[in-house]
């Protein structure tokens, strides 16, 4: 359907010297691939999205649509707009117009639908999303997820032939985000072709047919899910899916914040979906602090996620002690925290001893 050969883009700084963002990449998209584009900030994913979609033209290369080069000049823009469609991290939602205008505005203007044919598509296409009760609604009215999946009805509406979405869930509060998550799962299970950016390596994995690893300005590794997460070839690529992401906190007295530590936890948790790990991690995080090891300051508490394995851990770990602080725990207590976690490690650390509390 796609096949982009040698696109490069780069920028000339204000001292005149050139920035190349997009170096050298190459792909072939087909019908019905789930591509998900992976990669750390900086290294070009948006700007390959939007040299994809003219939107900033790239400035060398070739991409090829259904055959036709899309960069020859006269090539209609509007053309390529109703054949791609682009769902933006921001919504990008016209605020002027109710929620049902939204998904009318391009059909009528670009397809020519009169309102009632346009009205009738924009209601199958909210329905599709879940919001058609909010046909008459404002986007001022709508929280981020709402809108995000209003712009994907919008997209919807003009039966574009591929879609690509630039971190459709990253400016979600993370309650959201399953629901635009979800919308995006099942347009995958209907055959729908699209480019995804995400950091959302779970949804990643789950539901693509190929992975992009991006990496300064090129696509560095590109397999499937399995080969990209379980068996990377490049160590770069290896180094960002096993990232494991960490919270620190120093219990360093009795009037250590609490509430604080549990608020963070629990944004921790929040952000990588793991909210009710944070429930049990909040409960260990007390009984610790309160029957385990009440006067044993100062003390460290780790949290820490692997989003590969989707495993958290927190850890409890304090300098200069040589035997488990669980060994002189309460029967009753340490029952509890066994209740709490799948496992405990308990284990002798070069600097001291560390209680693993896996979740
Ligand atoms: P990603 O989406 O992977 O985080 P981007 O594609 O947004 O990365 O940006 C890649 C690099 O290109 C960044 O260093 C960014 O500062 C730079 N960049 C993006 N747009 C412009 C621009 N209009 N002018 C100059 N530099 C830009
Ligand atoms: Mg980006």
Not at 100 to 109: E, G, H, Q, R, S
Request: with cysteine; hydrophobic share 40%; net charge negative.
């Amino acid at each position: 359907m796609i096949t982009i050969k040698h696109l490069s883009k780069q920028y000339i700084n204000p001292d005149g010297t050139v920035f190349k963002v997009l170096k050298d990449v190459n792909c072939e998209i087909n019908p019905g691939e789930v591509i998900s584009i992976i990669g750390p900030s900086g290294t070009g994913k948006s700007t390959f999205l939007r040299a994809i979609n003219l939107l900033d033209p790239p400035t060398g290369g070739e991409i090829l649509f259904d055959g036709e080069n899309i960069l020859a000049k006269g090539y209609p823009l509007n053309k390529l707009r109703q054949k791609m469609g682009m769902v933006f991290q921001s919504f990008n939602l016209f605020e002027h117009l109710s929620i049902l205008d939204n998904v009318t505005f391009a059909p009528m203007k670009l397809h020519h639908l009169d309102r009632r044919q346009a009205e009738e598509e924009a209601m199958a296409m909210l329905r599709k999303v879940g919001m058609a009760e909010k046909a008459n609604a404002m986007p001022s009215d709508l929280s981020g997820g709402q809108k995000q999946r209003v712009a994907i009805a919008r997209c919807l509406a003009m039966h574009p032939e591929v879609i690509l979405f630039d971190e459709p869930t990253s400016a979600l509060d993370p309650t959201m985000v399953g629901e635009v998550l979800s919308v995006l799962r099942q347009l995958a299970s209907e055959g729908m072709t699209m480019l995804i950016v995400t950091h959302e390596m779970k949804f990643a994995r789950d539901v693509s047919t190929r992975i992009f690893f991006m990496n300064d300005g090129i696509i560095y590794e590109d397999g499937t899910p399995q080969q990209i997460f379980e068996n990377p070839v490049h160590s770069a690529t290896k180094a960002f899916v096993q990232r494991i992401r960490k919270a620190v906190f120093e219990v360093d007295g009795p009037d250590y914040d609490m509430l604080g530590v549990h608020s963070q936890m629990d944004a921790f948790c929040n952000k990588y979906h793991i909210a009710d790990k944070g429930v049990a991690a909040g409960r260990i995080v007390d009984l610790v602090a309160e029957k385990v090891m009440p006067t044993a300051y100062p003390y460290t508490l780790r949290l820490t996620y692997s989003e590969l394995n989707d495993v958290a851990s927190l850890d409890v770990m304090k300098e200069r002690l040589e035997a488990s602080p669980l060994l002189g725990a309460d029967a009753g207590v340490a029952e509890e925290l066994r209740r709490l976690c799948r496992e405990i490690v308990e284990e002798p650390t070069t600097r001291g001893f560390r209680v693993k509390f896996i979740l």
